[in-house]
């Protein structure tokens, strides 16, 4: 931050009398929404947690979810904003037996942070308010301090494969033949560093939210929503196949499945309501992850992958948003003035 010369402007003098923009209502209700159900998720974890280590990180979430939500209801309570009803005890049973192991937790806190992570980074450039700026840049930094934490206990305790490999360039190498786009027929070229980023990572998401769907299939009560939830089983599973074999040809390895990290227990731990929410949320949350993905793949069979996985997408998170309103789950996020 030395090398950057002060700028004398500042936004704080308009804090006690501005009023919350859109962007700031939409963001700061938005991550309201995320970490009060978060809270009832890991909650629960901590519950059957024997690991100390991944106990530490469960804490350590849990505690960060607790911050912001509070430092959220501050924001909303001085500028009379009703506060979300979001999640609460009445969604989760602490009780109820164990529905993963504690290997699974590491990964969905990785899951959980990065998708966190993806809506602080966007509000950071976005909301004007500097008081509210600065607590988004606060989320990201807390975020990213636990994403590494996570990460040391991924790789010390040999949960996650090492990443791969690929040969250091012998120079500078221009691009110079439109065959670098190709994908399916002619000439193909090997995958470049980016896309083999975004191919990884894309199945480290999707394997564990099978996982996390796979338990919520198991202990899910309405049947409507057990449907949907395993489409979207047999949707992720098949794009997970793509991704893999992409990098299999190569020989480059992958992450592993994580459906072994799920118990054989039928006893629901959460409300239909939370879990429902939950897979909508996420599955909405990978349209952002496949977007940028697309944004930096230059071939094109790997694009169609994305192209077609984001279609899918965009049907399971319509369909699930449809049964969350006629069930009356659904709060509406602030909107502006009906003037039709």
Known sequence: MNVMKPINFSSYSLNESQPLTTFEMGKLWATYMGNSMSIQILSYFLQHCEDEEIKTLLENGLALSEDFIQRIEGFFNKDNFPIPIGFTKDDVNLGAPRLYFDEFY????????????????????????????????????????????????????????????????????????????????GEVRPLQALEIIHLWDNIENNTTS?????????????????????????????????????LHIEQIQSPAYLGHLVTTSTYPPFSDKIMLFHKVDMFAMKIRAFGNSLAVTARRDIDMLYARTLINIGLFVDDGMNILIDKGWLESPPKAHDRV
């Open 106 to 185: 590491v990964h969905y806190l990785k899951y959980a942070a990065k998708a966190g992570m993806s809506l602080y980074a966007v509000a950071v450039p976005l909301v004007m308010r500097e008081d509210i700026r600065e607590f988004f840049i606060y989320c990201n930094q807390c975020t990213t301090v636990l994403l590494g934490q996570i990460n040391n206990v991924l790789m010390g305790k040999k949960l996650i494969a090492n990443p791969p490999i690929i040969p250091t360039p012998d120079g500078i190498e221009k691009i110079d033949k439109q065959s670098f786009l190709n994908g399916y027929f």
């Open 210 to 246: 099978m996982a996390l769907l796979l338990g919520f299939h198991q202990i899910v009560k309405d049947e409507k929503i057990k449907a949907l939830f395993k489409r979207g089983l047999n949707m992720t599973d098949k794009a997970v196949k793509q991704y893999k074999e992409k």
